[in-house]
């Protein structure tokens, strides 16, 4: 009886992932930005005989304040206030002040962080209890040292070796899907993207255990980071976080002694290997804490990112042919580093998903002293909100950018070289995303074998809805109609 509810709860979140993402007509969802338009308020005065401008916004609803618009809108709803109030404004959140901050210019100023005033403590206090000391929640010389040790992990050499591995897994997965029936690719990407970082982050340790519970961990780790309950009450999305990070630290511990004694090329040996050229090294928490945040970031993120080019895909048939051809020309054998980098084509399909949906659209950061953005004063101990979702939309930067339109990264065009900000899809300054060359590689491939074992088409009247209560997740699966070629 326990099985069959299981199944059912989990084929219900298959359909609608959440009841804040549920479908409405256009006009009840204008009328919910429009309620968001509150009364508008100052954050703080700036500093006496300064010339900067006080920061503008409004606090939403009690305690919640915007955080369940943001959940149903995402970047619509930062794109709506970016209009309304600049570059930055101001919002609730939780029970908190949360400055927001978009576009190219005031982004850099964020990330790049020329005077050390924004931290990752905005990270921190979200993720920390799930994502303990992961290297996006370390900050300056310490993450420093951390990132240069694992970079080790990251070279050129070792991602020719993740690839060799990656692609018999993909070869081996993608042709069973079933294409009888519309499927939710979403669903079917996510376990692959699993399956595919146990063999190349793991080297294959771990494949004979129950991986629906490493996923299930995964996922309620990642939805905990919003948790309106902050405190691991029964029931609550909080609690089901610290048990899957639980989970995790005991799935990775178990096996660390293997990935110690190894050397093998998986990135889990390649931690366990990884050294400076002064000797340093991690530690065995550092090891656990490290591939618990990486193994989670990848396969989400290339999850986001290769469904919503899939479902971009299925929408634009000419792109899905040009894209198909290229692969076809690689002929059968499983493609090396070399041959993915070749399909160009689908780097600039993949490019303009990246913009179209990017898996982490906002960027947390915590002020460490009184600094100022754009010419705005933010108080120190300020939550701060980066949203390069809001640049990818900047119609200064992009033509038309809400139409799906690959050619605008093609050399002739290069919209996205209008500035150093403009697309931002792995973050940027010294925290941009280690892994961002691994990811584009994984998506390439599991698309590549798409193209040579289907066609797909998107069924008429569905228009994707994101959930945005952590990462954003297509709240129904985004339904595909898979035809066997």
């Known amino acids: 009886m326990v099985s069959l509810l299981e199944h059912a709860n989990r ?22 930005l429009r309620a968001t338009h509150g009364r508008v308020t100052t954050l703080a005065p700036p500093p006496s005989g300064s010339d900067l401008e006080p920061v503008r916004g409004d606090q939403g609803a009690p305690l919640l304040g915007h955080t369940l618009s943001y959940i149903r809108f995402g970047n619509e709803f ?61 900050d300056f010389d310490e993450h420093r040292m951390h990132r240069r040790i694992m970079q080790s992990a990251f070279t050129r050499d070792r991602l020719t070796g993740y690839v060799d591995q990656l692609g018999p897994s993909v070869r081996a997965n993608v042709p069973q899907w079933n294409a009888d029936r519309p499927v939710r690719i979403y669903w079917l990407l996510k376990q692959l993207t699993l399956d595919v970082a146990t063999q190349v982050f ?28 902050r405190y691991p009450l ?50 065995d928490d550092d090891v656990v804490n490290h591939m618990i945040f990486l193994m989670m970031a990848a396969h989400d993120t290339s999850t986001i990112t290769t469904s919503a080019t899939a479902h971009y895909l299925g929408r634009h048939p000419e792109w899905q042919q040009r894209a198909r051809e290229e692969s076809l020309a690689l002929g059968d054998d499983v493609p090396d580093i070399h041959a993915l980098e070749s399909l160009t084509t689908l780097d600039l399909i993949i490019k303009e998903s990246l913009r179209l949906v990017a898996p982490v659209p906002t960027l947390m950061r915590m002020t460490v002293k009184p600094t100022e953005i754009a010419g705005h004063h933010i108080p120190a101990e300020t939550a701060v909100v980066a949203a390069p979702g809001v640049n990818h939309f900047d119609a200064d930067i992009w033509t038309d950018p809400d139409r799906f339109d690959p050619d605008r990264f093609s050399e002739s065009r290069r919209e996205d070289a209008g500035h150093r900000f403009a697309w931002i899809p792995f973050g940027g300054g010294v925290h941009k995303c280690i892994g961002l ?40 699966g985004l339904p595909v109609r898979l035809h066997r070629r």
């Not at 004979?208 to 780790?221: P, T």
């Not at 190894?262 to 400076?276: V, Y």
């Open 202 to 229: 793991m080297g294959g340790r771990g494949g004979d255990e129950n991986l629906d519970e490493i996923n299930r961990a995964f996922v309620a780790a990642v939805r905990a980071a919003t948790s309106i309950v």
């Open 11 to 32: 084929a219900a979140r298959e359909r609608l992932s959440s009841v804040l993402a549920a479908p409405a007509p256009k006009a009840v969802d204008d009328a919910w």
């Open 437 to 476: 060359h691994f990811g584009t590689l994984e998506v390439k491939a599991i698309l590549h074998e798409m193209l040579r074992s289907y066609t797909w088409t998107v069924p008429d009247g569905v228009h994707p809805r994101w959930d945005n209560t952590s990462l954003p997740v297509p709240a129904d």
């Open 234 to 283: 029964p029931g609550t999305r909080f609690r089901a976080g610290v048990q899957g990070r639980k989970t995790l630290e005991r799935y990775f511990r178990r096996h660390l002694p293997a990935a110690r004694e190894s050397d093998g090329s998986d990135l889990f040996a390649g931690l366990c290997q990884a050294a400076t050229d002064d000797g340093e090294r991690f530690s």
């Open 78 to 138: 930062l794109r709506d206030r970016y209009e309304r109030f600049g570059p930055v404004s101001w919002m609730g959140s939780l029970g908190q002040k949360v400055v927001t901050v978009g576009g190219p210019d005031a982004t850099q100023q964020v990330l790049v962080n020329k005077d050390k005033a924004f931290s990752q403590e905005g990270w921190t206090r979200m993720i920390d209890e799930f994502f303990h000391r992961g290297l996006m929640l370390l």
